[in-house]
Structures are given as structure tokens and as C-alpha cells.
């Protein structure tokens, strides 16, 4: 059906696409952003047109053709109106779906990318570039159909002539199309009848990547899409770095210099605190063209250390930062005057589009569970270097979505290197069995350095409280690590108690809220050399601060965590008469009991033992042995969960729930972001609600249904104790079991 716009006919230039633009500005926009991404991403589609036996010319007049006609939905009555603001948003029509049936048409006319090909790759691009792909995406839509209006006729000519000039012969032709609702749940049916194909993931993946680059940038503007500097220019701010932190800079170490020499897969292996981060960029601006950079790390901490020294090596504007809270963390930075501009940062660093993204592990595994956006950001990986940092840090369940997205990105093109301190024998295997043409460096000195003197004692740590005491009132840096929050409340209490006073004594675990933790990180970064500290932590330090401790008590946990707790301990190798104690109370709570009896089993001789990273290696495989990481019950699990994912999704569709209700970890317990109510008033004051995000720390499930909850302004408030000095003050943790 077609109906007139019931103000006036509307004139070429009075369609518009969107407020203040006509529709044909936006397309020619549109047109010229996809010839510059085409060009950069070049590289990958002759990769993936040559491995499936793709016409390049099919593949780029598809897409020509879906850009020049994906809002063609937008030339309705519902659409026109309501870009005017003159119609109710609940009455509106899905312009992507409106599109629908032209685009639908412009497939079948093109014909299968590939022989064979049942899905209409083009169709699904624009039916998808809006919402999240369901079987529930247009109910709203499913009683109702768009308006089309007489102009349309005059919008086709054009989009014909644009494709005429392109040397595409497809010519579109104005009918009476059938209900564009139907169109949608013809394709979704399709893809219920059909198994997962990451033959078809890789094409949608990167048409969908192509897409969104041409019709943001034609909105937005075009930003960086990779990085140009070479190896030099990172010695360079290495250099000043080094110098700047009072230390000698000798040049580059021996495994820094072989990393710029290879070109393929790479594993790492380095103790803390002797370059690995420049170790990784180093070999990803070594050997690349116009790949982007993707550095993945297990924490939020340290994802914001890296953004800010990667800031330093290829400038603020090329950097891109995504992890839960990195909102909250660049409002906190910098000012941002202009919003828009704030939420194209947070879209473009969230979706990978930066020249180089450092991000947590899991916001790249969100997208090989097909959560939000996972099309474009999977493009953005196909081909580039992705470092992923501190693999050490991940359980099996986790390793076991690690090594699925591993393999996927192998096959894309891109280029992985995985560093650590530790690398037990079983990892190494598994990801030579996954990287089959990996090379492996290390440093030189790997084997032989040793840095601190151990000492097992067989006691509770508290009982080390005088002992701690005094060193600290001896000058040094302090480091008390436990296991529990409950643990480290109690002995951070119990030595405030003796000593009577809080100057440069702190506490750092997660149960305190985010503004907080964010504040003691920097203080405890921004430390003077020899000033000194006592720091009582949980494992929240095992891969997070680059400080530098002169003597550490620690609970007892499984060997790989104590050498990561131990790395923070003279991390580079300058000082003498350094110790780590560990304590054994017989509680190796959370951490699975086997294991931790095997290192009790390795470590029960240590007294005051110098030992070096050779000894560590050689307990780690002592302890773990030749076991098979694939056949561990987690290994097995995280290997399923990715199956039934691909499976219910068909490899195709989106999996639409908040990110609350994804874990790509294991935990004790489900947690939850809460706001204590004792922070309300504070809240309540901030306008920008990005920066509530601050007043934000995750509690149990069992606790936040214990607790009574209120909104106000529309933000929940929960009525959990809280201490701005340790934290959240709960019960001993509820026996809640482990979920995934």
C-alpha cells in the first residue's frame, strides 16, 4: 500500500534519513565510507573470498547494493513522521524491516554468494543492523505493516543510477511487496532448520563488519583504523618510561629483540616485571600492514594500566578501552564536554573499531557467544594482532572458550601471541595442539633468576601479625595476601587494632565500591621508592599492581597463584633481602583442595630457599603433572556451553540478555552490582549517571536477596552495611554452590 505524507509531497532533499539529513546525503555518505573500509580491509576479504570460493566482485556488488538500498524503509509515512517528531515512537515502523523486502529482492537477483548458500547474507545484514537477531525482534510490527510513500518511485531511480554508475545491473523496481513482516520469519525458519556453519559465520561476520563501518562512519565521522608506528618508536617511549621512573634503561632485553622477528603465532614466556607488554606490541607493529591491535587481559585494573601505557606508545586517540566499567573510567580521566562524543568513544572502543583496543578477555569471548554487536567485532579480529596477556589467570572453564575463540581467529587470519609468567606443560600443550606453527621465546635469564628467599611456615597468618608488624615499622613494603574478604577484613582490623594509626596502611579487595578501589590503586601506584607501605589484599594483586613489595606474608593457594603473588615482590630483581612466608592454616579455601595439598607437598621444605623461576617451573609440572586439561570436567563444561550457544543461535542469531547473565568465568558464587544505600545522597547529586557508576561493588546473590531494595530516580539502592574503610560487612559467606 501506498500512502502521501498527509503535510505536503516531499521533495528529494526533504526525505530525510535522519534529523537534518536527507536520505540522499546520508547514502552518498554511506557509499564513499564503504570505499575507504573496503580498501582497508582488503587483506581479510581476499582471505575469506579465496577459502570459500567466493567471486570478489559478488561479495563487494552485494554489498554496494544492500548500502545503497538499506534504508529504502525509511521513505515510509511512519518513518517521515516520526523523524519530525510528529508521530507516536510506539506507532512508528521498523525502517530495517520496512528495507526488508527490496533487499530480500536484490539477493535473489544477485544470486548464492557461495554454490549452495541457502542464507541471504545481505537480507540479514540490514534486517540485523538495528536490534538484536530473535524470534521476537519485530513483534510490534507483526500486526501492522509500513506506509509507503509515492516518493519511493523517485528513491528507487536514484539508487538504481548509483548502482548503474557502480557497474551493478541490478535494477530495482517499485511494487506492491508483500508484508515485510513475513520476509523476517521466512528467514528466521530457515535458519531453525539448519546446523551452526562458521563458513556462513565468517562471511555474515564480516559483510555485517563492512556494513556498520559504511553507515557509522557516513553518521559519525571517520575516525583511525589502524596503527602506523614501527618497533623504534616503541624503544623510544620504552626509553623514556624507564628513565622517567628512576631506572637505567639498557636497551632492549633479548627476547624483546626476537619478538620484532616473527611474523606468526607467539608464546611468551617471561617472569613478571621484565617487559612482556613491550615484548607483545613490539612483535604486533613489527610485521603488520593494516591490522589492528587487540590486548586482552584477565581484569579491569589491569586493562586500565595497559590502556594508559598503550596511550603512551600510539597516542589517546587511537586507543580504544572496553571492560564493564570503562565508562566510568574514562569520565573519570578525562572531561567530556561533548557527550555525543563520549558515546562514540564507548561505541567504537566496546565494538573493537579503535586502531588498537585493550580490553578484559571476556569482551571478546561475549562476541563468540554472539552477545551485542558480536558480528562487528569478530571483523574487527579477523586479521589483527591479538595479545592475550597473563593466560595463567584463566580456569579451565574459561580456557575451554579461550581455545574455541582461538581456533575460530586462527582461520580468520589474525595473528595471536600469549604471554605469562607461568606456563605450566599441560597449557603449553594445549595451545601448540591449537597454534600448530606457535614459536616460543623466553628470556634467557628465565631459568636462573631468582629474586626472593621462601619460607613455609605451619601456621595461621594471623599469627604473623607481630612479625609484620615490625617490618613494616622498619621502613619497608608490605604485602599480606588472603584468600577470603572475611580473612582480610580480620587481619587488616587486628593490626589497625595494634598499631593505632592508618597512615599508609590499606586494604584492597573487591567487595569495595569501584570509586574507592580506583582511588587506594592510585595511591599505592603513585608511592615514592622508598616510602613505606602495608598493603592487606586479596587476590585482587595477582595480576594487577605494578608495585614493587619488599616482603610478603601469604595464605597458602595453588603454586601458579603464589609465583603471580610472588611476582610483586622485587619485581626487577634489584633490591636484596626480599622474603615471601606462606602461611598454612590448613584452609585452602576457595581453591580446589587437591591441588593446594600438592603444594603444600612442594613447598613444605622451603626456609628462607632463594629459588628461581627454574624451580617454580619445575614445581608447576611436578604438580600438575602430564594431566589433559580437555578431559577436566571445566574444560568439558566451557567446551558445551560454547556448543549449545552455536546451536541455539545458529551460529547466525544474537544471544540477547544483559551482560549481567553471561559469565565466561567460573564463580563461587553469582554476584551482583549493587549501589549500598548509605551512598544515596551522593548519588543522587551526580547529573552524569556514568559516574554513579563509581559508587557501584558486586555482593552475592544470596546476600542482595537478603537485603531490602528501593529506587529512587529510577536507581536501585540496596540496604547492605557498608564501611568506606573494608568495605561491604557481611555474614560468613552463605555454602552457595559454584554456577556457571
Given at each position: 500500500m501506498v500512502f502521501q505524507l498527509s503535510l505536503a509531497v516531499l521533495t528529494m532533499d526533504e526525505i530525510l534519513a535522519r534529523p537534518n539529513e536527507p536520505y540522499t546525503v546520508h547514502i552518498d555518505k554511506c557509499l564513499e565510507e564503504f570505499k575507504w573500509v573496503f580498501e582497508k580491509k582488503s587483506s581479510v576479504i581476499d582471505r575469506v573470498c579465496e577459502k570459500y570460493q567466493i567471486s570478489r566482485n559478488r561479495f563487494q556488488s552485494g554489498l554496494?547494493?544492500?548500502l545503497v538500498f538499506h534504508d529504502i524503509g525509511k521513505v515510509t509515512k511512519q518513518f517521515q513522521l516520526n523523524v519530525r517528531k510528529k508521530l507516536d515512537p510506539s506507532k512508528n515502523y521498523r525502517h530495517e524491516l520496512a528495507s526488508l523486502p527490496v533487499v530480500a529482492g536484490i539477493c535473489k537477483k544477485l544470486g548464492p554468494i557461495y554454490d549452495g548458500a541457502r542464507v541471504p547474507f545481505e537480507a540479514l545484514v540490514v534486517m540485523t543492523h538495528h536490534k538484536p537477531f530473535t524470534g521476537r525482534m519485530f513483534e510490534r510490527e507483526a500486526s501492522s505493516s509500513p506506509d509507503y510513500l509515492p516518493e519511493i518511485t523517485e528513491v528507487i531511480e536514484y539508487g538504481n543510477s548509483l548502482l548503474s554508475n557502480h557497474g551493478i545491473s541490478v535494477k530495482v523496481v517499485a511494487e506492491k511487496w508483500p508484508n515485510p513482516y513475513e520476509y523476517y520469519k521466512k528467514i528466521y525458519q530457515m535458519l531453525l532448520s539448519r546446523d551452526v556453519s562458521f563458513k556462513d559465520q565468517f562471511i555474515f561476520s564480516l559483510m555485517k563488519g563492512l556494513f556498520h563501518y559504511a553507515d557509522w562512519y557516513a553518521s559519525g565521522?571517520?575516525?583511525?583504523?589502524?596503527?602506523?608506528?614501527?618497533?623504534?618508536?616503541?624503544?623510544?617511549?620504552?626509553?623514556?618510561?624507564?628513565?622517567?621512573?628512576?631506572?637505567?634503561?639498557?636497551?632492549?632485553?633479548?627476547?624483546?629483540?626476537?619478538?620484532?622477528?616473527?611474523?606468526?603465532?607467539?608464546?611468551?614466556?617471561?617472569?613478571?616485571?621484565?617487559?612482556?607488554?613491550?615484548?607483545?606490541?613490539?612483535?604486533?607493529?613489527?610485521?603488520?600492514?593494516s591490522e589492528k591491535i587487540v590486548y586482552l587481559l584477565p581484569t579491569m585494573v589491569t586493562s586500565n594500566k595497559i590502556y594508559q601505557r598503550c596511550i603512551e606508545y600510539f597516542g589517546k586517540v587511537k586507543v580504544g578501552l572496553s571492560h564493564g566499567t570503562a565508562g566510568y573510567f574514562l569520565k573519570k580521566e578525562d572531561e567530556w564536554a561533548d557527550q555525543n562524543?563520549?558515546?562514540?568513544?564507548?561505541?567504537t572502543s566496546k565494538t573493537f573499531m579503535k586502531p588498537v583496543t585493550v580490553a578484559t578477555i571476556d569482551q571478546l569471548l561475549y562476541a563468540f557467544l554472539n552477545w551485542r554487536h558480536w558480528a562487528l567485532i569478530r571483523s574487527n579480529a579477523m586479521n589483527a594482532r591479538i595479545i592475550l596477556d597473563e593466560i595463567h589467570a584463566f580456569d579451565p572453564y574459561t580456557l575451554a572458550l579461550i581455545v574455541r575463540m582461538i581456533d575460530w581467529l586462527k582461520e580468520a587470519g589474525a595473528k595471536i601471541a600469549v604471554m605469562s609468567a607461568t606456563m605450566p606443560k599441560p597449557l603449553m600443550q594445549l595451545l601448540?595442539?591449537?597454534?600448530?606453527?606457535?614459536?616460543?621465546i623466553e628470556d634467557p635469564r628465565y631459568g636462573s633468576l631468582s629474586r626472593n628467599r621462601f619460607t613455609y611456615k605451619k601456621k595461621p597468618i594471623k599469627k604473623m601479625i607481630p612479625e609484620i608488624i615490625k617490618k613494616f615499622r622498619s621502613g619497608r613494603k608490605i604485602?599480606?595476601?588472603?584468600?577470603?574478604?572475611?580473612?582480610?577484613?580480620?587481619?587488616?582490623?587486628?593490626?589497625?587494632?595494634?598499631?593505632?594509626?592508618?597512615?599508609?596502611?590499606?586494604?584492597?579487595?573487591s567487595e569495595i565500591v569501584l570509586k574507592d578501589r580506583n582511588a587506594r590503586e592510585d595511591w599505592l601506584d603513585n608511592l615514592k621508592k622508598?616510602?613505606?607501605?602495608?598493603?592487606?589484599?586479596t587476590q585482587v594483586?595477582?595480576?594487577?599492581?605494578?608495585?614493587?613489595?619488599d616482603y610478603m606474608v601469604t595464605q597458602i593457594a595453588p603454586i601458579e597463584a603464589l609465583i603471580q603473588r610472588a611476582g610483586r615482590v622485587n619485581r626487577y630483581g634489584e633490591n636484596e633481602d626480599t622474603e615471601i612466608v606462606i602461611c598454612d592454616d590448613k584452609n585452602g579455601k576457595p581453591y580446589d583442595n587437591e591441588i593446594v595439598d600438592k603444594t603444600r607437598s612442594a613447598i613444605k621444605h622451603l626456609k628462607k630457599n632463594l629459588l628461581c623461576e627454574s624451580d617454580f617451573e619445575r614445581m608447576v609440572d611436578n604438580i600438575y603433572g602430564e594431566i589433559d586439561l580437555t578431559t577436566m570436567p571445566k574444560y568439558m563444561e566451557g567446551n558445551r556451553i560454547f556448543e549449545e550457544n552455536q546451536y541455539d543461535r545458529r551460529g547466525l542469531m544474537d544471544l540477547d540478555v544483559d551482560e549481567e547473565r553471561i559469565s565466561t568465568r567460573l564463580t563461587e558464587y553469582m554476584k551482583v552490582d549493587v549501589i549500598p544505600d548509605c551512598f544515596k545522597e551522593a548519588v543522587l547529586s551526580l547529573e552524569d549517571i556514568t559516574l554513579r557508576e563509581g559508587y557501584k561493588v558486586k555482593i552475592p546473590l544470596w546476600l542482595y536477596r537478603k537485603c531490602q531494595k528501593y529506587e529512587v530516580n529510577c536507581t536501585e539502592f540496596v540496604s547492605v552495611k557498608y564501611d568506606s574503610d573494608i568495605g561491604i560487612v557481611r555474614e560468613e559467606d552463605n555454602p552457595a554452590t559454584r554456577i556457571i
Open positions: 554496494l547494493s544492500v565521522g571517520r575516525q583511525w583504523y589502524a596503527v602506523s608506528i614501527k618497533p623504534k618508536d616503541i624503544e623510544k617511549t620504552l626509553e623514556f618510561r624507564t628513565v622517567e621512573k628512576g631506572r637505567k634503561f639498557k636497551g632492549l632485553t633479548n627476547f624483546q629483540e626476537k619478538s620484532k622477528a616473527i611474523d606468526g603465532h607467539l608464546i611468551v614466556r617471561a617472569p613478571t616485571g621484565q617487559g612482556k607488554t613491550e615484548c607483545g606490541l613490539l612483535w604486533a607493529v613489527s610485521n603488520h600492514q562524543q563520549f558515546r562514540n568513544m564507548i561505541l601448540k595442539q591449537h597454534l600448530s606453527d606457535i614459536n616460543v604485602l599480606v595476601v588472603c584468600n577470603r574478604i572475611s580473612e582480610c577484613q580480620g587481619i587488616y582490623e587486628e593490626i589497625l587494632k595494634r598499631i593505632k594509626s592508618k597512615r599508609n596502611v590499606m586494604i584492597l579487595h622508598d616510602e613505606p607501605c602495608l598493603l592487606i589484599a594483586v595477582e595480576v594487577s599492581l605494578d608495585i614493587d613489595f
